[in-house]
């Protein structure tokens, strides 16, 4: 049952998504650097350890990364 | 990725110009130089009275045709300053065995206890070659190793994302596995056994060298909502297996006075040897103008007790036609203690797990900044950014509070 669910709102959500979006000649924004999620990515990866060193949450935005001691 | 996209496309037509003009593809590909990207940053993190930390980076990547890259980063980390123990701040001096158990620090009346033998060097390198499968189809596998004095991680990683509707969706998974040793000195210390109060005693130790296992799982859609909006949510699950406890963090014991017992005062911490963390991260990104708003929310909860709530916003506001920019950048972060966070621990009742690391306790973190970003032509960006963080106990959570500066400057260029 749970699988079903599941697979109904993923068919739901790509079915809302597809109506969604632009032609390829409306990218122009969408193209630029800092219109990117991550426009500068060691900003986010030293923002990530500094927190990753003094919260107990972590992730969400990727996976993997390196492990640290951090006292 | 923006930076060498001019040159890049120039590149592109330069060959295709060159096939056409001399017939054959394998002499084009020969006069294309693409030029590697190089990204760097300089980081100085510095809390009041505690830790600092200088962490240079730099990141390589360069293209090797036909959207094929292959990147490098290396990270250098250094740490000095002083760190909590765990144990509480009394009326009278608090005198503690350093790690190795050779020498003693005392800390004065009524402040928090800091361990000032705090320092080490982390050297990270991590790689990632990013490949096309198919025409819509593409995967990231990465590699990362950390060492440092006493603890090492070894971790590798593979994220394929599926463009669909036009290139509109992408749906993105990603697996990840590491371990990490850790190699306390002094030996990893016995879970809730007592910290010795005098130097040249040894404490119980179970092993010189522990590990933990960590396995990773993202689940991702990005939709382009118009010209001018993109939204990403994720899902991910981390299962962490092993020693998970600080073998440098300790807890106070208190009689039935409250005050800390006379034999054994302190013991060592000891935390549940698995976790399971599961996060639902939304981001978005919106142009308003030239400007451009970045905003996410994350939410955080694992079987520790810890739940966890952060927002993120950065704003470019630009200035002179895009030559320069500046972007101030707000976040704030609100957590729950773990179900095994004491701020001190009751003699004849020592739990089965228990720690008081702040980071585990109910807080809050607060950061304002503002970075200034210059243009310096095609290939070129200089950055610069000053933020002010602020971690603050919730509640009635009594510990101290802890703050920090963060300084960083960037510079970016095509070699």
């Known amino acids: 049952m749970k699988t079903i669910n599941l697979i109904l709102l993923l068919t739901l959500v790509l079915s809302a998504c597809s109506s969604m979006g632009v032609q390829p000649w409306q990218r122009g924004h969408l193209a630029k650097q800092k219109m990117q999620l991550d426009p500068y990515p060691l900003d986010a990866f030293l923002d990530e350890h500094i927190y990753f060193s003094k919260e107990s949450s972590s992730g969400g935005a990727g996976v993997g990364g390196g492990g640290c001691g951090c006292n | 990725m923006q930076l060498k996209k001019p040159k890049h496309i120039r590149s592109v037509l330069t060959a295709a110009t060159s096939t056409l003009l001399a017939g054959t593809a394998q002499q084009a590909v020969a006069e294309v130089e693409i030029p590697w990207q190089v990204d760097s940053a300089f980081l100085y993190y510095s809390e009041a009275d505690r830790v600092t930390v200088y962490e240079p980076v730099v990141a390589i990547r360069k293209e090797m045709g036909d959207d094929e890259f292959v990147g490098v980063r290396l990270v250098l980390d250094s740490m000095t300053g002083a760190s909590p123990n765990g144990a509480m701040p009394t009326d009278s001096p608090q005198t503690f065995t350093s790690p190795s158990g050779a020498s003693t620090y005392t800390t004065p009346a009524g402040e928090t206890p800091l361990d000032t033998s705090f320092h080490d060097t982390r050297v990270a390198v991590s790689a990632e070659w990013e490949m096309p499968l198919d025409?819509?189809?593409?995967?990231?596998?990465?590699?990362?190793?950390?060492?440092?004095?006493?603890?090492?991680?070894?971790?590798?990683?593979?994220?394929?994302?599926?463009?669909?509707?036009?290139?509109?969706?992408?749906?993105?998974?990603?697996?990840?596995?590491?371990?990490?040793?850790?190699?306390?000195?002094?030996?990893?210390?016995?879970?809730?056994?007592?910290?010795?109060?005098?130097?040249?005693?040894?404490?119980?130790?179970?092993?010189?060298?522990?590990?933990?296992?960590?396995?990773?799982?993202?689940?991702?859609?990005?939709?382009?909502?118009?010209?001018?909006?993109?939204?990403?949510?994720?899902?991910?699950?981390?299962?962490?297996?092993?020693?998970?406890?600080?073998?440098?963090?300790?807890?106070?014991?208190?009689?039935?006075?409250?005050?800390?017992?006379?034999?054994?005062?302190?013991?060592?911490?000891?935390?549940?040897?698995?976790?399971?963390?599961?996060?639902?991260?939304?981001?978005?990104?919106?142009?308003?103008?030239?400007?451009?708003?970045?905003?996410?929310?994350?939410?955080?909860?694992?079987?520790?007790?810890?739940?966890?709530?952060?927002?993120?916003?950065?704003?470019?506001?630009?200035?002179?036609?895009?030559?320069?920019?500046?972007?101030?950048?707000?976040?704030?972060?609100?957590?729950?203690?773990?179900?095994?966070?004491?701020?001190?621990?009751?003699?004849?009742?020592?739990p089965a797990y228990a720690s008081a690391d702040y980071r585990l306790g109910d807080m809050s973190t607060t950061t304002l900044g503002l970075k200034y970003g210059l243009v310096l032509g095609e290939s070129h960006e200089f950055g610069a950014r000053l933020e002010s963080m602020k971690q603050q106990a919730e509640g009635d959570a009594p510990f101290e509070n802890n703050t920090a500066v963060i300084f960083q400057l960037n510079y970016s260029f095509l070699f």
């Open chain 2, 135 to 350: 025409e819509r189809l593409k995967v990231i596998f990465g590699g990362n190793l950390s060492r440092e004095y006493d603890y090492n991680s070894l971790g590798v990683d593979a994220t394929f994302s599926w463009d669909l509707n036009q290139r509109n969706t992408t749906l993105t998974t990603g697996l990840s596995m590491s371990q990490d040793q850790t190699n306390p000195v002094g030996g990893v210390p016995t879970g809730l056994s007592p910290v010795p109060t005098t130097a040249g005693i040894q404490k119980s130790t179970q092993e010189t060298s522990e590990t933990k296992d960590i396995s990773g799982l993202l689940l991702g859609i990005t939709q382009v909502i118009g010209p001018k909006t993109l939204l990403q949510f994720n899902y991910t699950f981390t299962d962490e297996q092993g020693y998970l406890t600080d073998p440098y963090k300790l807890l106070s014991v208190l009689d039935n006075n409250d005050q800390l017992r006379v034999s054994d005062p302190y013991v060592y911490e000891k935390r549940p040897d698995s976790r399971q963390r599961q996060t639902l991260y939304l981001k978005g990104a919106h142009q308003f103008g030239t400007d451009v708003l970045h905003a996410s929310y994350r939410y955080y909860w694992d079987d520790w007790g810890v739940s966890s709530h952060t927002y993120d916003i950065h704003y470019r506001y630009e200035l002179a036609g895009g030559r320069h920019y500046l972007q101030p950048h707000l976040r704030y972060y609100l957590q729950n203690k773990a179900d095994f966070y004491h701020y001190s621990l009751q003699d004849n009742n020592i």
